[in-house]
């Protein structure tokens, strides 16, 4: 729920991002989670391997991973979240197929592309419209 909302979408700036959980705990979502850095330092441990992250780069958690994120230098990062099931109703499976968990490094313009999408996202939700609902699953597809 978002804004007294039932959302299949959340999205979030992040200014100074330490993890989900204190310590760099392990942990399991439920939900897929994609970071996009754009400064900052952290090393995630998913998926039987270790990868540094750094900007500009993406960080993906698929649901039932145990991960743990060691931060060195807060983050800096735009944040979307989405139930799998939100991705796959929206015909997104081959786009979940090519997300794995783990960091990648992208281009910056890549970079910028994603937050763009992730800030409209942010903006669609603020707004509380009726037809929200319509423009999230757009802009959820243009994210996959």
């Known amino acids: 729920r978002k804004y007294g909302v039932e959302r299949q979408v959340d999205a979030a700036r992040c200014p100074a991002w330490t993890g989900i959980v204190p310590d760099g705990d392990a942990h399991v979502l439920d939900f897929v989670e994609v970071l996009i850095v754009h400064r900052g ?55 979940l197929a090519r997300l794995t968990t783990g960091a990648m490094t992208v281009t910056p313009s890549d970079a910028a592309d994603l937050a763009a999408v992730s800030r409209l996202l942010r903006h669609e939700l603020a707004a509380g419209r009726e037809d929200a609902p319509l423009m999230l699953d757009a802009l959820l597809t243009q994210f996959l």
């Open 41 to 95: 330092a952290a090393t995630v441990h998913a998926a039987g391997r270790r990868s540094p992250v750094g900007p500009p780069s993406v960080v993906v958690t698929r649901p039932g991973v145990e991960r743990r994120v060691a931060v060195t230098d807060p983050l800096v990062a735009d944040l979307v979240v989405f139930p799998e099931r939100a991705a796959c109703r929206l015909g997104g499976p081959a786009a």
